[in-house]
DNA sequence: GTTCGTTGTGTTATGCTATAACGTGTGGCA
DNA sequence: TGCCACACGTTATAGCATAACACAACGAAC
């Protein structure tokens, strides 16, 4: 039932180290994981994220130049399945303190950007929803 | 009745080009213009800025890394002001083709994202919301 | 199977974005 | 006067991203 294609030997590699951090990653910081595995060049990870990312394997925080892996690849959204969970625009609170990143998505703000744009006329193609602030345990 | 502290020389520069710019600018762009009024580092416009976004007066956009005048500076929200017409949460309208901007806010989408927050205990510094797309004049 | 286009890859070089670290000058204020 | 806070100036460096070129791997069409 996955849609996903199948990943070539650099995007498996640049996912892997994705899915196995607990923060977002920068792309040279990638870049060093995964010298050990034959990466030289910054462009081979850009070139990898690219593609994760169209896919929406994986996102990329614009706030923090870095990326993290989907935390809803392969899963549907109320109800619906379009392949990877691709479930409107997806929102991310990142904790300033702890680095930690929570992915969600609500369709309340999707329709009321939705009709803004429909009001102008204007087509989005990609929008961005990025809170910055302190986590629960950040807190104390 | 404006609570706008005076600016300095260099905030004051700052400002004014991106007053003028019709679409937003980069640091480094900001600094070719001002080379002439005697800027010479990319600090001299870094510094101004962060204080331009401290008070209100600009903002930056995560998605493009560059910056703008406030569009409501010195307008009231809704019959509440807060000094620069600061209103919970901007948003960016983006067009890709064009780089033209609009700025808007909505106390919907603010009251959900708020909610959102609450629920999980997270306590929101700053939020980003950006929309890349084309304006109606670029659809053609 | 050969040809050809597409896509992924590897490499070098370069450009753009942002901040560190240090020093100077100025104005307010006890 | 002496101190503090803050804006400013300068050099150097760190961090993020892409251009341009070359080669290899794969699949489709013939």
């Known amino acids: 039932m996955s849609t996903t294609p199948n990943l070539t030997k650099n995007q498996t590699l640049v996912l892997d180290v994705l899915t196995r951090s607990d923060a977002p990653l920068s ?3 990638i870049l060093d994981k995964l010298r050990d595995s034959g990466f030289r060049a910054p462009l081979q990870v850009y070139r990898a994220l690219d593609k994760l990312i169209e896919m929406g394997i994986a996102h990329r925080l614009e706030s923090l130049n870095s990326f993290v ?3 809803h690849a392969n899963q549907s959204c109320c109800g619906h399945d ?3 969970g691709h479930h409107g625009t997806v929102a991310f609170a990142i904790c300033e303190s702890c680095g930690q990143v929570n992915e969600f998505h609500d369709h ?3 329709d009321r950007l939705a009709g803004w744009a429909k009001e102008r006329k204007f087509k ?7 809170i910055r602030g302190l986590c629960e345990a950040c807190m104390h």
Chains 1, 2 share one sequence.
Not at 124 to 130: L, Q, R, V
Request: proline share 5%; charged share 15%; aromatic share 6%.
């Open 27 to 29: 792309a040279y910081t």
């Open 82 to 84: 379009h392949g990877h």
């Open 108 to 110: 309340a703000i999707d």
């Open 124 to 130: 989005p193609a990609k929008t961005t929803i990025e």
């Open 69 to 71: 892996a989907c935390a």
